[in-house]
């Protein structure tokens, strides 16, 4: 059985700190001083809803005419492709060599599209069909959080011959799990983060069409739990959270993996604790799933002198990019 979400126990106080110091810290220095991405060129492309038929997704594309390998950046829960560490992450993948194509997932561009959940995977696959990504041989996807959730369900779904590796960042692989971690009173402050991007996605949309459950309820939502009873669950079809929870966690599609991916978590992340996911992880196809635990860096953050053991530069970016391009270059 896996254990229950609450800190573990061995965790030491000071350890704990330097998560949040590295949760909070890059944070706000990155909505107080954005990182210099180079100029991106807005796209859109088509992706379909099941529920409200075709709908427009959108991204930003950073590219130079010799590049040849590009990254899908996910962006996590309320986030958008404008969140800093997506920014940061496509700057730094520029300089490494690489183009970047940071997703919106439908509706975090807050156009009113409609409402992701961190299952659906297809809005990835539409970006990879798009003509933005059409001109790269090889395509690498790189999901942070929740994001790294959906780019799991997407490594197990694609069949795309180009796409050769992908990351989830300080990413779950049981929602409830989760959801009763970042529930618990102590974890408000960043559960306040994420609901505030999720209640702005779900008004764009509901001035659009009908949804589910009435703006003002929603926007009363505390809990995570709140959110997926009020929307995701009425939208999608479940009878309740713990069934979305049940039919949608990634740890049920790692013995599908069809692309290998680098699980990388952070032992003092207070978001998305390391040991939520640990115990997930033997249940992945072999060889598919590579999972780093560094002991140092906070939710979505870490050093710049990173290692994962790759050679080459330091640093979660580059340290990635070293270790598809082997893995590519070996296929």
């Known amino acids: 059985m896996a254990p229950e979400p609450e800190a573990a126990p061995t965790t030491p106080e000071r350890r704990r700190l330097h998560g949040h110091w590295w949760t909070v810290w890059p944070t706000l220095r990155d909505r107080m001083r954005p990182p210099r991405a180079p100029l991106a060129v807005r796209v859109r492309f088509a992706a379909s809803d099941e529920r409200f038929g075709p709908i427009e997704l959108s991204a930003e594309l950073r590219s130079r005419p010799e590049r040849r390998d590009l990254v899908l950046l996910v962006h996590g829960l309320g986030g958008s492709c404008a969140s800093g560490y997506v920014q940061r992450a496509a700057a730094e993948f520029d300089r490494l060599g690489f183009a970047s194509l940071a997703l919106n997932l439908r509706g975090a561009d807050r156009s009113g599209a409609g409402v992701y959940n961190v299952a659906l995977h297809e809005d990835l696959a539409a970006a990879c069909c798009s003509d933005a990504a059409a001109p790269f041989e090889r395509i690498f996807v790189l999901g942070f959080s929740m994001g790294g959730h959906t780019a799991i369900h997407f490594a197990a779904a694609t069949r795309d011959p180009r796409v050769a590796g992908a990351a989830a ?21 960043y559960r306040h983060y994420a609901l505030g991007g999720l209640k702005e ?131």
Do not use: K
Request: aromatic share 6%; with cysteine.
């Open 201 to 331: 996605i779900y008004a764009a949309a509901a001035a659009r069409r009908s949804l589910p459950s009435p703006v003002r309820d929603v926007l009363r939502c505390r809990t995570i739990h709140d959110w997926d009873r009020l929307v995701i669950a009425p939208l999608y079809g479940f009878a309740d959270p713990e069934s979305f929870y049940a039919a949608s966690s990634a740890r049920r599609v790692l013995p599908n993996l069809r692309v290998p991916v680098r699980l990388v978590l952070a032992a003092s992340d207070p978001v998305i604790p390391h040991h939520l996911a640990l115990p997930w992880v033997r249940d992945a196809a072999p060889g598919m799933l590579a999972v780093h635990a560094p002991e140092r860096g906070g939710h979505l953050y870490f050093p710049s002198d990173l290692d994962l053991g790759m050679p080459g530069g330091r640093g979660l970016t580059a340290q990635l990019a070293t270790a598809w391009l082997r893995a590519a270059r070996a296929s």
């Open 169 to 189: 960042v300080c990413t779950p692989l049981d929602l409830q799990q989760a959801q009763r971690h970042i529930d618990q009173p102590r974890r408000a402050a």
